[in-house]
């Protein structure tokens, strides 16, 4: 059974930062692209960025210079680093993989809240 944990949402000033966790289970984690969603209130899921084993990155322009996410193969785990945070950073964040064979092959965490507000 494929498993994805999430842990690190939170509330944060604006300027703050904040890392989200997300471990895997039940996947060769080094065979899939990792990354990380969000979906704010009334708006649709959208991409935050993604990753390759091979260390290819690709972020979403409204969070580049300010994001990094990073995974640990051996560890089976994906990890986002949110830095400079702004009110509209405020979302669920998702974790996600995808082996790139299909639907059947994506798999999503649960989600966790990130409220950027004073």
């Known amino acids: 059974q494929v498993q994805l944990v999430e842990s690190g949402g939170g509330l944060v000033q604006p300027g703050g930062s904040l890392r989200l966790s997300c471990v895997t289970s039940?996947?060769?984690?080094?065979?899939?692209?990792v990354g990380w969603y969000r979906q704010a209130p009334g708006e649709q899921r959208e991409l935050v960025a993604t990753l390759t084993s091979s260390e290819q990155h690709n972020y979403a322009d409204s969070v580049k210079g300010r994001f990094t996410i990073s995974r640990d193969n051996a560890k089976n785990t994906l990890w986002l680093q949110m830095n400079s945070l702004k009110p509209e950073d405020t979302a669920v964040y998702y974790c996600?993989?995808?082996?790139?064979?299909?639907?059947?092959?994506?798999?999503w965490g649960q989600g966790t809240q990130v409220t950027v507000s004073s």
């Open positions: 039940g996947i060769i984690f080094s065979n899939y692209v």
């Open positions: 996600n993989v995808d082996r790139g064979w299909g639907p059947r092959y994506v798999y």
